[in-house]
Every structure is written in C-alpha cells, then in structure tokens.
C-alpha cells in the first residue's frame, strides 16, 4: 500500500541553521505531496502543496521539490528562526481511495534561540 | 475564511464508558475526517464522510462509531474507552478529495482513567 517515510525527531537546530527534513514515499498513483506544520495546541495546517511531479512549493521561507524519480519531497529551510519550533507532517493524497491522504509520522523541531 | 470547532477540548472518561466527541465546521465542506493522533504515530485515519449521511471506514474504525446527520457536524463516538486509546482527536474537513487541502480543528485531548 501507499506510505510515507520522514525524517524522526525530535530535530533540535539553534537559529539561524539551516533545516533538511527527509520525505519519501511510496505509490502507484500519481499523488499531490503536501507538507503541513502543527503548532503546539493547534491542529495541523498546510505549509504549502506540490499537485505535479518536478515542480517546487513554497511558503514562509520553506521549499520543496516534487522528484518523482527518486520519489522524495524533503522540506529544506535556509535559515530556521525559533518561531518555527513545530511538528511537520508530509503526506500524500490522494491513495488508491480517492479521499485518503497519508501523512507521516511527523517530524518534532526545537529551534534554539 | 471559516473554522474548525471541535467540543470538548479536554474529554475524561472512565474505562469501558462510551464517549461522543463532536465536530462543527462553517467551511460548506462536502468531506470531513476524523483522525487519532498519538505522539510518534502521527495521523491516522478514523472515519471520513464524503457528505451528509455517508460514513466510510478508515484504518483504525475498530472501537468506533460516527455520524453525519448534517453537512457541517461530525461527531465520533468511542464505544468502550480503553486506556490504551488516550491520544488527541482531530477533525478535519476538505471541500473535495484527498488532492484537496485539509482544514484542521484544535482537537480534543482524551484521558481515560
């Protein structure tokens, strides 16, 4: 079945550092990749989405690249400011269901001030 | 812009009781979710309903019913609260698909004693 593999946590940066969060995943579809970013005490919420294969997504200083080849879509920040402490999530959607989104298992970051 | 309304937000039950948490969501979205959050695991899929009055099974429905009895409330029940199920739930809806981005709610934190 589909399945998404991420980097584990917890990942503690100081800022200013730079941030490579790994993603892989595994399908026969042709999925939109998402990364969501959770904030403590809230839900999670979309940082941005990538709907087509070698394309790159973007918001707030976060990217990605679609590479369907290597089937990767790692989350990559220049420079991690201590206001993104968060847990991110990436996933892919739809599976083989046409509602179903698989997220994976999250990854925890600490940015020290 | 619309929101997420998840009640209660902290829910304490006693084993082997059955427990309802509810969902309300202003977005006039057809798709709503309900995923067990637990730390490490990240999101898994409870229940969705693609619209009013459908309910479809997602990977970890044992244990649990829902209901959708109108296009803007979902609610969860937890037949029989068993310890080991202490996790945080969250509510999601998403105007069509899984391509579609999700809109969280805040959760809602269950204890059972």
Not at chain 1, 46 to 71: H, I, Q
Not at chain 2, 22 to 48: A, E, P, V
Not at chain 2, 95 to 113: C, D, I, S, Y
Request: with cysteine; net charge neutral; glycine share 10%.
């Amino acid at each position: 079945g589909d399945s998404v593999t991420q980097t584990e946590g917890p990942v503690t940066l100081s800022e200013g550092t730079s941030l490579t969060v790994n993603c892989s995943y595994e399908t026969k579809q042709y999925p939109t990749l998402f990364w969501y970013v959770q904030y403590p005490g809230e839900g999670p919420q979309l940082l941005f989405k990538v709907p087509k294969a070698n394309e790159k997504g973007s918001n707030r200083g976060f990217e990605a690249t679609y590479n369907k080849e290597a089937t990767s879509f790692h989350l990559q920040k220049a420079s991690v400011q201590e206001s993104d402490s968060a847990v991110y999530y990436c996933a892919l959607g739809p599976d083989t269901n046409a509602y179903k989104v698989i997220f994976g298992k999250g990854t925890h970051l600490h940015v020290l001030p | 812009g619309g929101i997420i309304t998840q009640t209660p937000k902290f829910l304490i039950g006693q084993e082997g009781q059955k427990l309802t948490l509810k969902c309300q969501q202003n977005f006039n979205h057809d798709t709503m979710y309900w995923y067990r959050q637990d730390s490490g695991k990240g999101l898994r899929l409870i229940y969705y309903s693609i619209t009013e009055n459908d309910l479809q099974k997602g990977d970890l429905s044992e244990g649990y019913d829902a209901s959708r009895e109108k296009k803007s409330s979902f609610s969860l029940t937890v037949t029989s609260a068993q310890k080991n199920e202490m996790a945080v739930f969250l509510c999601a809806s998403s105007p069509t698909g899984g391509a579609a981005e999700q809109f969280f709610g805040p959760g809602t934190r269950l204890t059972v004693l």
